[in-house]
């Protein structure tokens, strides 16, 4: 079931995707409850494609998570998450980007190997670790089932700009 294509609807899987994760998207900020707000846009007629939905829906669940617990870790004023779609040159391209605390230049390559978390193991934020399979998983899913790519296209750590935080993930799939 794994390899099994049908054709789907992008942007209905992202939205029920969304509406399935709510609860998480709901972080406490400073003492008060924020809603982290998840832009979608699908840019062109690349909403309908002829996929493995499952697989599609891993690789979106892994970013999503990834990127609310960068926000939790963040404590952003105004926490966002943007998720944008579009079609060239025979290419499906999806970037994911996060206004949360970012890739540390120390981690960039480590995000992708198994079993690694960049979150701390101690303290107060040590419920953000998770298992350190998310990208991994994502990156062989793209690679193995789609002959495609995803890359850290851009990011500042807020260690190394306090405040100033981000990660743009970009994947690229032919179609």
Known sequence: TRK???KFNLRDLLYNLKESLKPLLIINIYGRKVEIPVNITIVGGCAEIHANPVSFLLIFTNLLINSIKSLRFAEREKPEIKVEIWS????????????????????????????????????????????????????????????????????????????????????????
């Open 88 to 175: 060239e040159n025979q290419h499906l391209y999806i970037q994911f980007h996060d206004n949360g605390n970012g890739v540390m230049e120390s981690n960039r390559a480590r995000i992708w190997r198994a079993f690694v978390s960049t979150y701390p193991k101690t303290g107060t934020r040590s419920e953000l670790r998770g298992m350190g399979l998310g990208l991994t998983l994502t990156k062989e899913t793209i690679e193995e089932q789609y002959m495609g790519d995803i890359v850290l296209d851009s990011t500042q750590s807020d260690e190394e700009k306090p405040g100033e935080g981000f990660a743009t993930f970009l994947i690229d799939i032919p179609l």
């Open 4 to 6: 099994k294509r049908s």
